[in-house]
């Protein structure tokens, strides 16, 4: 045993060491990369992760106990801002699926709507347009009757909205121009945004727009606020860029299920000491200093070393030149999305899905009112339900292989609902037994984590691989255009993600959370939000009994692409033609 | 498919190689998918545009009605009961109402000749510009204090002119009977709530956190609830119902303090230029007496579920009669520092700090209480003595949460919990939920002591 131990061992470094800088025949990625992946996808991560602290929504910490804002304020700016979203949304999927390179007259164009829509946002937020009404008019008195909201109010979350939608398109077209051929069409982002955004976490914490009196003034400026910190982006875009990081699916599943999954660690470490931090703070989750140096402290530290890594992970997309891509005319980028059956049934799942929208983080409420954690007890038993995950992860690539994807997903609901319905019967039965019922949650909420991450891993899998058939179908992934979906479902999910919102007002639930400290209120907001989301689940389980793409197909997908790609660029090279951010796999 | 064919097709790779000619890159079909479909006309291109837009135009109108509808809350919700009469079950502040009467069915109406219920704002008498710091004495901090109230009442005059102009109507033929828990929730605007002869039944959780509310003023034909100086109790004054969250600003106009007032702390930089400490301590000491002060009646036998919550009491005067004080009774007072218990053999209905001068008092709860509710005293880490005594027979769980905590390795708010009772009469006698001992290192877990068989202080 000793001895085949130390032969695989010494297999291992020399496979390692050989490999190194130059990937073994038929790979596409190094073992130096695996590393750089281990160092800075965790920075990344943990970076993307702290700044999950910071959303303008009710669970905030910042909102619930600094800004307090009604809960169903929140749905009424969605609202106010859908209208022009769809608007924006057209001219942004253009852009993106383009990766930014417009003709020069529309790029012209677009230019200018964006400045205009900047220009005119502005003036709502520095004049008062409710001025120009009569203030008896029914269209005022309506405004005045939003929950939360004053007609002043209401059109400086309109101009917030133009300004931010103007703001990004700029940006878009500008930075993606300008680094996408560098950088790749994932990672670019970071270079763009790391800066700005470090400074708008710092302000988040500093400027007290929570002490403004007034709650529809506090609205709004909280809402200006949270869009300028929305405009910069610090997502987990190295991930990302690691699900393309080789056309071989085997490699990426690889990369996936180890140096990704590892990198996670540093994530894991935080999530122990940001709790412990926030222990020794004299008013815990409710202390403006979290806000303060906490948060920015630990995402300036992450996104410095995101920053140093970022340059050496690559991204190997089986595409054209860049100067031969195909290109997507905004009708063909609508009707290219719509004819794949794939994104349908997604849409579908995630129509259903709604129905729970709106629904309190139940392990916000287990964690902090029922078991009322701070610290290191809070970080080790978040620690304990996020690592049941982890050995099922490690098994994925056995998983995927003995299992299909409608087996995964249908299994993934199912266990979904039965879970929801544990928790509803640890709540129920035993409520008056805090240690009790907090522990049969625990047992439930450990089991649903430990049946999630497979099948988690693989819908990101199930997703790039929809992505790859998108292009063979399309010429290009159309990864935005694909949000015409959302415009299908986003007026209905709008609607039914009120159904929860309106049934926790009716049992005392506002701005303040205070009141699930009352256990006859909390039993009633967490109950029946659960039901609800089991309804859901089980429906759930029905799309997906149409899914039929599987790895046959897939692979002679990945064989179209890269052919297409071998050959544009012969033809270009032949021609004599400039090329790059091209790659034949 | 067998079995083994079934296992193949969900392997990750698959060895098949295809051969795609050079000029069918972007037209090459794979069996089972649908055919790419690159830089070709779509058929029936317009009318697939056309419907494409109609759908989403007609999708999106339909969600923005729907979903505004739904958002649109009408300033006053009623139901009606079984017996004919109405409960009031939700009011939704457009943001300029700041005083309801609760009697009949009630709707709020825009008139167009000028006519509104919206009062006049009066500007304090203060000077223009901003006195001199340091100030010395209270009446130079009372001019200060003036200054800062007249430039609020003056922006609050500017906002006013775009409020529309309204009136609350009365509907006679409904009367209204009960109100509803939640029925006031969240509120910033409301300051006076008159309740009348109709109400018989007021949720104990009906005004919640309503932060600017002042008073809540019954009628006094109503058979079931009254009223002290703007605290709601039962009739029979053996239930102490609601404590009006912002009720400081009333006694703050009542005794002549334009704003509200902290106390001094020599970190705060910006009060340091405004006031010394020594000059502000006798200030502060009389405004925390007069304004901060609540004596409660002397027939009180409950304290209600939420009925302290958020209040800017500093100390609390409780009756020796007091048996139970439920759940969130004393929740979140961040000031409250001392509780007394009063001894009297008059009836004591007066609940200004004029009431207890004078009184027979001792530290902490009476004797006699005998049910502490869940999270009671929760949220309060300005306590700093707690002394249970032996008739106590139940303490809810997390009784004394978060009102003590570690500063510098010091235990800081509730030091200790003294009981009356030895520690086997306590576990044998007292029902307690968990977590009732408050903990004060939430890292490590470590709880206050408790001293069992303590005399009190």
């Known amino acids: 045993m000793a001895k085949v131990n130390k032969e695989t061992f010494s297999k291992f470094f020399t496979e390692v060491k050989t490999h190194w800088k130059t990937p073994a025949e038929g790979k596409y990625v190094p073992y130096k990369e695996y590393l750089n992946i281990f160092f800075s996808v965790g920075a990344n991560y943990t970076a993307s992760k702290v700044l999950e602290y910071i959303y303008f929504a009710t669970g905030c910490f910042l909102i619930m106990h600094h800004y307090k804002l009604p809960y169903l304020t929140f749905s009424i700016i969605s609202i106010i801002n859908m209208p022009l979203g769809y608007v924006t949304a057209l001219i942004w999927w253009f852009v993106c699926d383009n990766l930014g390179f417009l003709p020069g007259k529309t790029e012209k164009k677009l230019y200018t709507v964006y400045v205009s829509m900047i220009a005119f946002g502005l003036a709502l937020i520095f004049f008062d347009a409710s001025t120009l009404f009569d203030p008896n008019s029914k269209f005022i008195i309506f405004l005045n ?80 606020l949270f869009a300028i910190y929305g405009v910069f982006g ?31 660690f540093l994530q894991t470490i935080m999530t122990i000491i940001i709790p412990a931090l926030v222990g020794t703070l004299k008013d815990g989750w409710a202390d403006i200093n979290f806000f303060r140096w906490v948060i920015p402290g630990t995402f300036i530290a992450c996104a410095v070393l995101t920053m140093i890594g970022a340059s050496t992970i690559k991204e190997r997309i089986p595409q054209p030149p860049l100067e031969k891509k195909v290109n997507i005319k905004f009708w063909d980028g609508m009707f290219g999305v719509l004819h794949n059956k794939y994104r349908w049934i997604n849409t579908m799942v995630g129509l259903i899905d709604s129905l729970g929208n709106g629904m309190l983080a139940f392990t916000s409420i287990l964690y902090l009112y029922t078991f009322r954690l701070d610290g290191l007890p809070y970080s080790i038993l978040t620690l304990l339900v996020s690592f049941a995950g982890t050995p099922p992860d490690l098994l994925t690539p056995y998983f995927l292989k003995r299992f299909s994807y409608k087996q995964i997903m249908i299994f993934y609901q199912l266990t979904r609902a039965f879970g929801n319905l544990g928790l509803v019967a640890a709540i129920w039965f035993c409520g008056e037994n805090l240690m009790l019922c907090g522990t049969l949650c625990i047992v439930v909420m450990f089991l649903m984590e430990m049946t999630k991450t497979v099948p988690t891993s693989a819908g990101h899998d199930m997703n790039v691989k929809i992505n790859d058939y998108q292009m063979y179908l399309s010429g290009e992934r159309l990864e935005s255009f694909s949000g015409i979906f959302g415009w299908f479902t986003g007026p209905i999910t709008s609607f039914v993600g009120l159904i929860i919102p309106l049934m926790l007002l009716s049992y005392g639930f506002n701005s303040n959370w205070d009141i699930l400290f009352l256990d006859e209120a909390r039993l009633k907001i967490v109950v029946i939000p659960l039901l609800i989301d089991v309804v859901g689940f089980f429906l759930m389980t029905i799309p997906f009994i149409f899914w039929d793409y599987d790895a046959n197909k897939q692979n002679k997908v990945m064989q179209v692409l890269k052919r297409r790609a071998e050959v544009t660029e012969k033809r270009a090279l032949e021609a004599g033609e400039k090329i790059s951010g091209g790659y034949k796999g | 498919m067998s079995k083994k064919e079934k296992k193949l097709n969900n392997a990750l790779t698959d060895d098949t190689v295809i051969e795609i000619p050079e000029d069918e890159i972007y037209t090459y079909h794979i069996e089972g998918l649908a055919p790419p479909h690159i830089n070709k006309p779509y058929k029936h291109y317009t009318l697939k545009k056309a419907l494409f837009i109609i759908v989403i135009v007609v999708a999106i109108s339909l969600s923005m009605y729907f979903s505004l509808s739904i958002l649109r809350t009408d300033t006053f919700t ?55 710091v340091p100030v010395k004495t209270k009446e130079e901090f009372i001019e200060y204090n003036k200054y800062l109230l007249k430039q609020e009442q003056l922006a609050a005059i500017e906002k006013a002119k775009l409020y ?12 209204v009977t009960s109100v509803k828990e939640y029925a006031i929730n969240g509120d910033g605007y409301i300051k006076t709530i008159y309740i009348g002869e109709n109400v018989l039944e007021i949720d104990g959780k009906a005004f919640y956190s309503c932060w600017a509310l002042q008073r809540i003023i019954v009628d006094e034909n ?37 704003k509200e007032m902290w106390e001094w702390v020599p970190q705060d930089g910006a009060r340091k230029d405004i006031f010394s400490a020594e000059d502000y301590a006798p200030i502060w000491e009389e405004y925390r007496e007069k304004v901060m002060t609540y004596v409660i009646p002397s027939t009180v036998e409950t304290v209600g579920e939420l009925c302290f919550n958020y209040s800017n009491l500093a100390t609390v005067y409780l009756p020796e009669g007091l048996k139970r004080i439920e759940n969130l009774g004393f929740f979140e007072m961040p000031n409250v520092r001392d509780f007394f ?113 303590a005399e009190r202080k």
């Not at chain 2, 000749?113 to 704002?121: L, Q, R």
Request: charged share 25%; with cysteine; hydrophobic share 35%.
């Open chain 2, 78 to 132: 009623f139901a009606e009961i079984s017996d004919g009469n109405y409960q009031f079950t939700k009011f939704s502040n457009p943001g300029y109402i700041d005083e309801l009467t609760i009697n009949w069915v009630l709707d709020v109406e825009y008139p167009e000749n000028g006519e509104t219920d919206a009062k006049e704002i009066t500007v304090t008498d203060a000077p223009d510009s901003l006195p001199a």
């Open chain 2, 341 to 453: 218990t009063y001894i009297t053999e008059n009836a004591i209905e007066d609940t200004s700090y004029e009431a207890a001068e004078g009184l027979k008092t001792y530290l902490s709860f009476p004797e006699g209480l005998e049910h502490i509710g869940t999270d009671a005293f929760s949220f309060n880490p300005a306590m700093n003595y707690v002394y249970i005594p032996s008739s106590v027979k139940y303490i809810g769980h997390h009784a004394f949460w978060k009102s003590c905590y570690e500063e510098n390795g010091e235990i800081k708010g509730i030091p200790e919990l003294n009981i009356a009772l030895s520690k086997e009469d306590f576990k044998e006698n007292v029902e307690t939920g968990d977590q009732w001992v408050p903990i004060y290192n939430h890292n490590l877990l470590k709880k206050i002591p408790v001293n069992y068989g």
């Open chain 1, 145 to 224: 009757s939003l929950e939360g909201m004053s007609a002043t109010a209401c059109f400086k979350v309109f101009g917030t909205h133009f300004l931010y939608s103007g703001w990004v398109g700029a940006r878009n077209i500008f930075w993606r121009k300008k680094l996408i051929p560098k950088f790749g069409r994932y990672k670019y982002s970071l270079y763009s945004d790391v800066i700005p955004k470090c400074i708008v976490v710092i302000l988040i914490g500093w400027l007290p727009l929570y002490e403004i009196a007034d709650v529809s003034t506090r609205v709004w400026a909280a809402n200006l």
């Open chain 2, 222 to 258: 109503n058979p079931n609830y009254c009223d002290i100086d703007g605290v709601l109790y039962t009739k029979d004054k053996k239930t102490v119902v609601c404590y009006p969250c912002d009720r400081d600003q009333y006694l703050r106009e009542k005794y002549g303090y334009p």
């Open chain 1, 234 to 264: 610090f997502g987990n875009v190295l991930e990302t860029t690691t699900q393309s990081i080789s056309p071989d699916p085997t490699e990426r599943i690889l990369v996936r299920t180890y140096p990704v999954k590892l990198s996670h």
């Open chain 2, 164 to 175: 529309p102009d309204y009136k609350v109507t009365e509907d006679t033929s409904k009367p």
